[in-house]
Nanobody, 126 residues
Framework: QVHLVESGGGSVQAGGSLTLSCVATGNADSRHCMGWFRQAPGKEREGVAIVYTNDGTAYYADSVKGRFTISHDNARNTMYLQMNSLKPDDSAMYYC???????????????????WGQGTQVTVSS
């Protein structure tokens, strides 16, 4: 079991920046992939970025490439999402998620993730 706690959400104007954090406690070493997902009202949850904790390999949704950066600090069991050039369309509840190594799953398949945080709200005004 892994417990995830997000922080860092808030309200910013378009073009601004925010950094989200996700601290993992419990059996965090068993989770080889961590990611950020988001869900806006009336929309489905979507994957934003994932990172493999063993080597830092990261993947991004097309909508955030070049603007967001995901990273993971193994010593602190903490994952980050640096968000720059924020747009109103980025407004959503952002969730941290983690899963063990699994073959044959889609990078942003939320069903493949075992552990979820409670979410942190990001609101971007125009």
């Amino acid at each position: 079991q892994v417990h995830l706690v997000e922080s860092g959400g808030g309200s910013v104007q378009a073009g601004g920046s925010l950094t989200l954090s996700c601290v993992a406690t419990g059996n965090a070493d068993s989770r080889h992939c961590m990611g950020w997902f988001r869900q806006a009202p009336g929309k489905e949850r979507e994957g934003v970025a994932i990172v493999y904790t063993n080597d830092g390999t990261a993947y991004y949704a097309d909508s955030v490439k070049g603007r967001f950066t995901i990273s993971h600090d193994n010593a602190r069991n903490t994952m980050y999402l640096q968000m720059n050039s924020l747009k109103p369309d980025d407004s959503a509840m952002y969730y941290c998620a983690a899963r063990p190594w699994r073959l044959g799953v889609g990078r942003f398949d939320s069903n493949a993730f075992d552990d979820w945080g409670q979410g942190t709200q990001v609101t971007v005004s125009s």
